[in-house]
């Protein structure tokens, strides 16, 4: 907690150019976690975090640290998601509440609006705490902290679970735990959470992050996730709720470089595409992947969020393309209004080519409807070197103005009609105005939002 510069003006201001969005406190953490040390608990044996390695055994944060985190989520726009500790256990193996309660209590009496979950990688446990909790026991749990909520007032507030991992594993652990936590609800949750990583921290190599091959596990895990909630037969969405390149704290000089914006990317079309549609990014701050360096510099990931959050909304649509699970890798969206021109309907592309060569697309729209086409505006990000803790929009390093604002972002205007590049190693937003697509006119996208 001592760490985190949640009253530093610059960090309030690098959470607000996110906004909306939620903002997670969770993670291993949250199952060490004592409130007010109200109450004790200790494992057999020391619990070091997976993002910085220090020993968070028992995990203490009081009143007035929650009260921080709250002030800064609320300066920063953002809404915030609260991870309760599920392990703390009465002497016939239920839950013990009361330390839960104490939370809920405090944060309702301090007038906080916040969503709530109850555990962090159930299945898990034995693995990391050698405690078992079966997903039909979680389930319960869940159901007793929906009454919780509920008599605290917190009736509106949104409750996820179960917060698993190893999705697509061989031996279905993650996927089978969420399945059996659905079918053993009473009060269904309001999304399935789970977690993804494409690799291991301590063993990933810069190749890694643009091989193709890295890019098609996520499209898996996501099938066989869906696949397990229809078998449960309960109609619930999912939320990808913690996710990065590489588990264990990222990968040391490349999880918070630029090729790491890549699989960031393609994270965000592909979920987006399935209609998976919220992605929760670790880390903000703190391990080799966060968003955010420790001396408040904005790191390549940051950026690529943030051009995205200007120029993508959240209405999705179909594009057809010849192969999008190679180096090149595409998406289309309506465009966010933010960006628009005069209110006329646009749509974004965006994606990347992963190739060490530059590589020419063809949009079949464009040559349909060439002289309807008003302007392709595009943005290309590249960087000097795939290490590079810095990123160029079209050849000028993104940096923050000397007040907090975002830069100006320059397109460079492109012909309808001249084939369009994309740079080798680079990842681009193309916003195509004057293009007919009834799902982007102004009537649908108001009702859309």
């Known amino acids: 907690m001592n760490e985190l510069p949640l009253k530093h003006e610059k960090f309030i201001n690098l959470g607000q150019h996110l906004s909306p969005a939620y903002i997670r406190i969770g993670g291993t953490s949250a199952d060490c976690l004592i409130f007010n040390k109200q109450m004790q608990q200790s494992y057999s044996k020391k619990i070091l975090s997976p993002v910085d390695g220090q020993d968070i055994t028992n995990f203490t944060i ?12 609320m300066k920063s726009k ?8 599920v392990l703390l256990r009465n002497s016939d193996g239920s839950w013990n509440n009361t330390n839960a309660q104490e939370i809920i209590t405090f944060a309702k009496n301090h007038d906080m609006k916040l969503d709530w979950q109850l555990g962090n990688e159930p299945n898990s446990f034995k693995h990391v705490f050698n405690v078992t909790i079966s997903a039909t026991e979680l389930a319960k749990d869940y159901d007793c902290l929906r009454q919780l909520l509920d008599e605290a007032g917190y009736i509106r507030s949104i409750l996820v679970g179960p917060e698993v991992n190893h999705v697509g594993d061989t031996d279905h652990m993650g996927e089978q735990y969420a399945k059996t936590f659905l079918e053993s609800q009473k009060k269904i949750v309001n999304y399935v959470t789970w977690h993804q990583y494409y690799l291991n921290g301590r063993e990933a190599k810069i190749q890694d992050f643009v091989n193709p091959v890295t890019f098609n596990y996520l499209p898996m895990q996501i099938k066989i996730m869906e696949d397990f909630i229809t078998a449960s037969k ?5 939320w990808l709720s913690e996710t990065s390149t590489a588990f264990g704290g990222g990968a040391p000089e490349l999880s918070d470089r630029f090729v790491a914006g890549f699989l960031w990317l393609d994270k965000l079309g592909y979920s987006a595409s399935t209609g998976l549609n919220v992605v929760t990014r670790q880390s903000l701050f703190g391990g080799n992947y966060a968003m955010v360096s420790p001396d408040l510099t904005p790191n390549p990931d940051w950026w690529i969020s943030v051009v995205y959050k200007q120029l993508v909304s959240e209405k999705v649509l179909k594009l057809v393309t010849p192969n999008n699970y190679g180096h090149v890798r595409l998406y289309a969206h309506c465009t966010s209004q933010q960006a628009l021109i005069d209110g ?10 992963i190739d060490k060569v530059a590589v020419q697309i063809n949009i079949p729209m464009l040559t349909i409807q060439p002289s309807k086409i008003l302007k392709i505006l595009f943005y290309s990000l590249t960087a000097d070197h795939l290490q590079s803790s810095y990123i160029k929009l079209n050849d000028e390093i993104l940096k923050l103005r000397p007040n907090g604002n975002l830069p100006q972002f ?6 309808p009609t001249n084939p369009i590049i994309l740079p080798p190693y680079s990842m681009v937003f193309m916003v195509i105005h004057g293009i007919e697509v009834p799902a982007c006119s102004t009537k649908m996208y108001s009702q859309m939002q």
């Open 78 to 85: 953002l809404q915030m998601i609260f991870d309760l500790n």
């Open 62 to 73: 009081s009143g007035i640290d929650l009260i921080a985190i709250y002030e800064f989520t």
């Open 410 to 415: 320059r397109p460079r205007i492109l012909e």
């Open 234 to 238: 309960k109609n619930v969405s999912m």
């Open 344 to 353: 006329v309907p646009a749509i974004t592309i965006y994606g990347m080519n």
